[in-house]
């Protein structure tokens, strides 16, 4: 029988830079975002205005826990210019479309050339079609995007906001895939480890509740 592990065992803790952007405005971007923060969905929620900052926590395992420190970036076309002060030094990128609309896909694809063109070169790249619920009006077929998805190299996922599906198994894909090989190790007192998210903390945002679903 192996023995116990001991309560104040060695635990890692990282904190990653995450940055949502969206292929149309109301795609639901935000509303996935609060499903996953606070597992809560509103019907209506106003536009977001610059760009709105939240943080949750994945524990991978019994020793690793994930920190995302998280910008919810306005999706209308007038704050387009903002985004590169948010995606800048980012780990991360979800960038969503809505299955319901085709244009937005098309959109979505120009987000993720941009972001591998002028981001952080090991930036790791979600795309996700959100409003599954909505599949009985779907205009993006998911072997469409999938397939897409593979060619550039994106973690792929069909979630709804509305009734949380898939969007834990979204974030938690992501923080998998993050480097955590030279994530320093603590066992109490306060955590150690990546934290580039700084920089971006001194661009303007404001803030709204976020966007319509």
């Known amino acids: 029988m ?8 060695a635990t890692r803790f990282a904190q990653f830079k995450l940055v949502l952007l969206a292929g149309e405005s109301a795609v639901g971007k935000s509303s996935l975002v609060l499903r ?34 998280i910008w919810d970036t306005a999706g209308q ?16 990128a979800v960038v969503v479309y809505d299955i319901t609309q085709a244009a937005s896909l098309d959109k979505a694809k120009s987000w993720v050339k941009e972001l591998q063109r002028q981001a952080n070169e090991n930036i790791i790249i979600a795309l996700a079609g959100n409003k599954l619920d909505l599949s009985a009006k779907r205009q993006v077929e998911t072997s469409v995007a999938e397939a897409y998805a593979r060619e550039a190299g994106l973690l792929f996922f069909e979630t709804s906001a509305k009734t949380g599906e898939n969007v834990t198994e979204l974030f938690t894909a992501i923080a998998t895939r993050l480097p955590l090989e030279n994530v320093s190790s603590r066992q109490r007192g306060t955590p150690k480890g990546v934290d580039i998210s700084r920089p971006a903390r001194r661009a303007p945002a ?3 509740n976020g966007c319509t679903c």
């Not at 192996?2 to 065992?9: E, I, M, V």
């Open 206 to 208: 404001a803030t709204n």
């Open 36 to 69: 996953f923060v606070k597992d809560q969905f509103d019907d209506y929620r106003e536009s977001t205005i610059g760009a709105a900052f939240l943080t949750q926590t994945i524990a991978l395992g019994d020793s690793t826990t994930i920190k995302f420190e």
């Open 77 to 92: 076309e007038r704050y387009k210019s903002l985004a590169p002060m948010y995606y800048r030094n980012a780990n991360c």
């Open 2 to 9: 192996s023995a116990p592990r001991p309560s104040n065992a």
